[in-house]
C-alpha cells in the first residue's frame, strides 16, 4: 500500500532522470516508502534497464510544494533562503559522501541529479529486513553466529568510511539491513559529514538510545568515536532487544545493565567492550572498532554452535 503524503509525493508513473538532465538513466516512480520533514522515499524502476531501485527526492514539506504539474517542486514565499540552503546543501552532500563510501556493506549510490526544481538519489534496491525488525520478530535473543556474520561485516563498512573521512553520525538498527542472502548494509546518510567539514551547518538525526551526547550540539567535537557508541548501542540492542538508556539520562549516573541482564547468555568477551564503548565521555570511550571485532570472535568461537561446527567438520 503507498503512503499518501496529501497529494505531496509523486504519483505512480512519474518519470524523472534522463541524459537530459545528468542523470544516467530514466527512473519511473512505482510507490512511495517513507516521507519525513526533509525528504520522501520511493520504490522505482529504471526504465532502460527495468532493474528496481530506490529513489530519495528532497522535499522539506515545511519549505515547498508540489507544482500544478504533479512533478516540480516550489519554494513557498516567504520562507528563510539560508536555512533552505542549508537543507539543500546537506542533500547534495548526502549523495556526495555516498558515492565516496562505496563499499560491500555500505548501500549503493547509483546515481544522483537535480531536476524539477529540486534533487535526487538514487540507490540499490535491497531486500530484506532492518536489523530493529529482525531483532524483534526472534523468539530468544540473538546468538554469538548471528552477531558474528552481520556485525564484522558492519563494522567493516564503518572502518572503511572512517578511513575515507566520512562519519555517519546516524547509525541505529533502523539504519541497518540484513538482507535475504545474509549480508548487511548501511543505509541513510541523510546525517553523515566529513571530518573535515564539522561546522557546514548539516542537521544532525539524533535518535534516543542510540545517539552520543556530542551529537546533540552542533559545537561539540564529532569524529568516528560517535559511531562507535552508536555501534555499542546496536550490540546492546541486539543482545538485550532494547535499547540502552539514553546518554542525556545517564549524565551524573552512567550505570548501564550488563549485558546478558535477565537472559541466559552473559556475553562475557563482548559486554566490557560494549560498555566501554557507551561511555558518555569520549575520552572513556572504547576508541578503535577492532575490540569489538575481537569480543564478537571470541563470543563466536566459545559458543556451542562454533563447537558443533568443529566437531561434525
Not at 123 to 150: N, Q
Not at 165 to 189: A, C, E, Q, T, Y
Request: with cysteine.
Amino acid at each position: 500500500m503507498d503512503i499518501s503524503l496529501n497529494g505531496n509525493d509523486l504519483k505512480r508513473n512519474s518519470i524523472v532522470g534522463g541524459k537530459a538532465f545528468g542523470s544516467s538513466f530514466a527512473y519511473r516512480i512505482r510507490k512511495t516508502l517513507a516521507s519525513s520533514e526533509l525528504s520522501i522515499v520511493y520504490a522505482a524502476r529504471n526504465d532502460e534497464e527495468g532493474t528496481r531501485c530506490i529513489i530519495k527526492e528532497f522535499f522539506p514539506k515545511a519549505w515547498v510544494r508540489r507544482g500544478k504539474d504533479g512533478v516540480s517542486v516550489r519554494r513557498k514565499a516567504g520562507m528563510a533562503e539560508e536555512k533552505y540552503g542549508l537543507l539543500w546543501n546537506a542533500f547534495l552532500n548526502e549523495g556526495e559522501l555516498l558515492e565516496k563510501s562505496r563499499h560491500p556493506g555500505v548501500v549503493r549510490c547509483l546515481d544522483r541529479f537535480e531536476q524539477n526544481g529540486t534533487a535526487y538519489i538514487v540507490t540499490e534496491y535491497l531486500e530484506g529486513v532492518t536489523l530493529d525488525r529482525y531483532i524483534a520478530d526472534l523468539r530468544e535473543e540473538a546468538d554469538p553466529e548471528f552477531l558474528y556474520k552481520t556485525m564484522i561485516p558492519l563494522i567493516e563498512a564503518l572502518e572503511h568510511i572512517h578511513r575515507n573521512g566520512v562519519i555517519h553520525r546516524d547509525v541505529k538498527p533502523g539504519n541497518i539491513m540484513i538482507g535475504k542472502d545474509g549480508s548487511v548494509k548501511l543505509l541513510d546518510f541523510g546525517s553523515a559529514i566529513s571530518v573535515h567539514e564539522q561546522n557546514g551547518g548539516y542537521p544532525i538525526f539524533t535518535t534516543a538510545g542510540y545517539s552520543p551526547l556530542e551529537l546533540y550540539s552542533e559545537k561539540s567535537r564529532q569524529g568516528p568515536i560517535s559511531d562507535i557508541y552508536s555501534l555499542a548501542a546496536v550490540l546492546y540492542f541486539c543482545c538485550q532487544k532494547n535499547a540502552p538508556t539514553d546518554v542525556r539520562k545517564r549524565l551524573f549516573d552512567e550505570q548501564l545493565e550488563r549485558l546478558g541482564t535477565g537472559l541466559r547468555r552473559s556475553w562475557p568477551f563482548l559486554s566490557p567492550i560494549v560498555k566501554r564503548g557507551l561511555a558518555v565521555s569520549q575520552d572513556k570511550r572504547c576508541a578503535s572498532l577492532r575490540w569489538f571485532k575481537a569480543a564478537l570472535a571470541m563470543e563466536y568461537a566459545t559458543s556451542p554452535s562454533f563447537r558443533r561446527k568443529r566437531r561434525s567438520g
